[in-house]
């Protein structure tokens, strides 16, 4: 029972949270946010402590159902186990806690949050590593669906897909995601929640209050017949029915133990009384099905290649893909209020980079702001009506704000570079920039350039947004001739 | 312009259409009578009054070169095309050294040629746009490498392309002289009829009406003879040509201008590149209350062939089932009485108001320099306003959503993102090429600022 109601609850968040970090839209996605909200080091980052003492007393009453049904890693995890466990049953065994290290896990994790040095933070949170998984593994699969869906329905004019590029917006970020599947996928296979309890800092401040819950797996030591049959379904290695013990600070409250005891005697209740015992061997870990996993990411990560290009016609100018321009000060999204605050509270988990409809965000390769998202323009600018990333963000990295109030944020501001721009370079008029720009922050303006008078923008910063509209569509390529530098600190009116 | 489901009345003897055994409409496909001929009144052709424009063959790949500008032309739909027509009267090929990305000249040439020459009569062109090839070398090479593409050592008949464009930094008047009359072309071109190599010389008309009446005035004091001339004619164009840009002249000027002087017309453009045989609702359902027998195709070709002085309305085909249709609307033709006739006028009204951008698709503009697909977006935008799916604020929120996405999903699937009209620079390149002086800049910022407002929803 236990069991089954831990699966459906885990299915609906796991399911929910794939959807916003797939980027699926639907229309739902500002109602089902509260699912990467819930998270545990979100909430810690957003200093949302209601979240924070929800999940405190949540544990401290049910114990460690956190990881088991919130935490997707956590849950992508006991796929894996499921799988291995299917390779090979009653594949688990007891193993002493590995005290020193969850703790100097946790403590070096602390430091560099305290310190603010993001890379180490965001590579071992938990929700993060798995909303990199989805970005760079899943989602460019689930957009080649969709894709495929849009040219099938395009032959009955219907209109309920689009389609949408597929690009690699991090080879980085792509790198990353696919060792930690890899590890993760492999580790669980074998020994189940090995990473959520040895090295996993959410897993190991939740392990304190999970010491003392109120629920937990109890033995009933008048019914235990010392199968073992709990001990080698247990994925988290927590318990040792030699001794009739449960480790409280790695259990998950999965109630696969429950579940599997023939002869009733393991009971999730409250603290009451305690156990029995018997012995058995550990079974060895079967190496047999690594190869198929293996090969299945490597699969995944091989499609992801095969991007959308562009399709050329014959009877049509041949346009060059735009290159990223090289900026001083990187650019963060309207409401991270400044690249301080988006270091500080960024979890690099891509939900946004995921929901960012116009290709804009993508994951930093600076080593200081490693993996958190950054704009950029190449393949579109920043919407004036869009503000999805602003309300997906769980970690107040991004915080919420209305296409109104955005209206108002100045994210950066337009520089011209004067050779590349088309009135100087090759003479066509243009004005393209000044055109497009939603601020009015551009000006055509007549200058004596190389002994003839040209019209070129001038660029008024005082109201440049920095959008990136102007940059999207300069027609020079592979350079725009008008580029956003960042603002490192977002100037609001 | 395929048959559409028309509510069939009882079937008289010029039904164009009638009922299966399953009751659904189906194409009738009993013989016809006679195509209808047209005498020509300088050399007595007898010319079928259904002309076979060759700019818009069909490629291997399917559909015309502008879908897929790089599939090779179909010839073998082609030559059943030709073979079919040439069964059915039609004996008026017109074609053009720039047509089909240059490759019209040779398909009709290949197809043409496997029947007997004296059973058709050949149009082509001496289109020499661009100032490159406006030297009396070029321009001759040009005619010459008409013959050889065509397997002929005449054509029956030649025209100017053209007239009234501007072209090479020039305005029309300049570009005429430039095109011409300057490198003596004209004159080369009239001593070549004198020979036998040209039976007929005309010249086609598209803009600035000084250059029109200028070729008139020198027929009339026998400067030089036109044979015929070639003008847009439909029923949108007879009263509304110059409402609907102020630049172009009504075609009802166009066309009595000729008659007056005797001047056999040849028309274009009686589809206008297809939108008159693809409608919305609205107009299609007037046009099937006045008489269902009748396609919107067949009506605007009615329209096209009423004219006594028209010698042959040409229209640029892609499928056999376009050409059958049409084969039937002149075998023989129906001539518009005149209360039909004010009808179509006065359906002309309601289409201007549709304001539709009036491309004919015959992407002369392409290849935009910055990549842009003009007819693509173009078309895209009028399909919207023919389907009558025109996301507007007159919808109820429901189906201005519904309408919304399917114009904007729509669009992305027509033209590709980066050929979208956004990306329009104004560089006006494309300006002297529109035949129909489209100010095609204005209308890309126009398009442009209508799908900004479909996204941020603030139509």
Known sequence: ?493 | MATTSVVLQACSKNSRQTKSSDGSAVTDNSPFEQMTLRENPNNGDKVSLLGFGMMRLPVEAGGTARENPDSPIDQQAVNDMIDYALEHGVNYFDTSPAYCQGLSERSTGIALSRHPRKDYFIATKLSNFSPETWSEKESKAMFERSLVELKTDYVDYLLLHGIGMSGGGKDAMNAFYGRYMDNGILDWLVEQKKAGRIRNLGFSYHGDIKVFDMLLRWHDEGKYHWDFVQIELNYLDWEYANEINPRNTDAVYLYAELEKRNIPAVIMEPLLGGRLAKQPAAITRKLSERDSRFTPAAWAFRFAGTPKGVLSVLSGMTYLEHLQENVRTYSPLEPLDDSEWTFLLNLARDIYELKAIPCTACNYCMPCPYGLNIPGIFSHYNKCIAEGTMPSAASNENEYQRQRRAFLVGYDRSVPKLRQADHCIGCNHCLSHCPQRIDIPHEMQKINRFVESLKQQIV
């Open chain 1, 1 to 493: 029972m236990l069991r089954k109601i831990r699966i459906t609850l885990a299915f609906i968040f796991f399911a929910l949270l794939n959807l916003i970090l797939l980027g699926a839209g639907w229309g739902i996605t500002q109602h089902i946010a509260f699912v990467a909200k819930l998270q545990f080091l979100p909430a810690l980052m957003a200093l949302n402590f209601g979240v924070l003492a929800l999940l405190v007393v949540l544990t401290l009453v049910f114990g460690r159902v956190y990881c088991s049904v919130i935490c997707p890693l956590g849950v992508m995890q006991d796929v894996f186990g499921w799988m291995g466990k299917k390779a090979k049953k009653n594949r688990y065994s007891y193993s002493p806690e590995k005290r020193w290290l969850r703790y100097t896990v946790l403590v070096v994790f602390v430091v560099c949050l305290v310190v603010g040095f993001a890379p180490v933070t965001t590579l071992l949170a938990p929700y993060s590593a798995y909303g990199r998984i989805v970005n760079s593994l899943f989602k460019p699969l689930y957009d080649l669906l969709g894709n495929a869906l849009a040219a099938i329905e395009s032959n009955y004019d219907s209109y309920m897909f689009s389609e949408v590029q597929i690009w690699m917006r991090s080879v980085t970020a792509f790198v990353v995601a696919l060792l930690t599947f890899i590890l993760l996928a492999v580790l669980a296979w074998r020994n189940g929640r090995t990473y959520c309890n040895t090295i996993c800092p959410v897993g190991t401040i939740l392990s304190f209050f999970a010491r003392f819950s109120f629920l937990r797996v109890q033995f009933d030591k008048n019914k235990c017949k010392n199968c073992s049959l709990c001990e080698k379904n247990c994925k988290a290695s927590a318990i040792d029915f030699k001794e009739g013990k449960v480790d409280y600070s790695r259990c998950v409250a999965c109630g696969d133990c429950v579940d599997k005891c023939k002869f009733d005697a393991l009971h999730y209740k409250p603290i009451l009384v305690a156990s029995s015992q018997t012995k058995t061997t550990a079974d060895k870990p079967d190496e047999g099905k690594r190869a198929f996993l293996t090969g299945a990411t490597l699969a995944t990560g091989t499609a992801l290649f095969s991007q959308a290009k562009i399709k050329v016609d014959g009877g049509m100018a041949v346009i060059e893909d735009k290159k990223e321009p090289h900026r001083d000060v990187a650019i963060t999204p309207p409401g991270s209020i400044s690249a301080y605050n988006m270091n500080r509270h960024c979890t690099a988990c891509q939900l946004c980079v995921s929901n960012c409809p116009n290709n804009v965000l993508r994951p930093s390769t600076d080593p200081f702001h490693f993996m958190q998202p950054e704009m950029s323009f190449e393949r579109g600018y920043c919407r004036p009506e869009c503000t999805r990333c602003s309300e997906v963000c769980p970690t107040g990295a991004i915080h919420k704000i209305t296409k109104e109030e955005k209206t108002a944020v100045h994210v950066g501001h337009a520089v011209w570079i004067e050779q590349n721009c088309f009135p100087v370079s090759n003479g066509d008029s243009c004005g393209a920039c000044a055109r497009h720009c939603p601020a009015w922050a551009i000006q055509m303006v007549e200058k004596e350039i190389g002994g003839k008078t040209v019209s070129v923008p001038v660029v008024d910063t005082a109201k440049c947004i920095g959008c990136g509209k102007c940059e999207n569509l300069c027609p020079a390529r592979p350079f725009s001739a008008i580029y956003v530098e960042g603002n490192k600190m977002h100037i609001i009116d």
